[in-house]
């Protein structure tokens, strides 16, 4: 059972940078293709980006240019580097595992496992 924790988080002002990670123990997750999602109050859980095993990147349109996501498979975590930060960008950031990627990387309910998440808020 893979265990997926997720830091990074704070409090920080509009245009900042932040960068989050996943550190994932229990198993490996070289070999799966890994998201992040974010959920604002009174939203849904909505795809932020996702990479796949060999690295190939895939961003929501709404932060494309913003945003990075990567991997280091040696110490088995994921990182998404957030640059330029809106106050539309508040929300909890979940990282997110897919065992058995069919293609659907925008779909939440096709990854295994989830971290508890980790806060992200910008003020103006």
């Known amino acids: 059972q893979v265990q997926l924790v997720e830091s ?3 409090l920080v002002q509009a245009g ?6 996943c550190a994932a123990s229990g198993g490996s997750i070289s070999t799966y293709f890994m998201g992040w999602f974010r959920q604002a109050p009174g939203k849904e859980r909505e795809f932020v980006a996702a990479i796949r095993s060999g690295a190939g990147t895939v961003y929501a349109d709404s932060v494309k240019d913003r945003i990075t996501i990567s991997r280091d498979n040696g110490k088995n975590t994921v990182y998404l580097q ?3 930060l809106k106050r539309s960008d508040t ?3 979940y990282c ?12 939440k309910y ?10 992200v808020t910008v003020s103006s």
């Not at 900042?16 to 990670?21: A, K, N, P, Q, V």
Request: proline share 0%; aromatic share 18%; charged share 15%.
């Open 96 to 107: 997110a595992a897919d065992t058995n990627y069919v293609g659907r990387y925008y779909n």
């Open 8 to 10: 990074g988080g704070g």
């Open 110 to 119: 096709d990854y295994d496992y989830w971290g508890q998440g980790t806060q």
């Open 82 to 84: 957030m640059n330029s």
């Open 16 to 21: 900042d940078s932040l960068r989050l990670s």
């Open 91 to 93: 929300a909890i950031y």
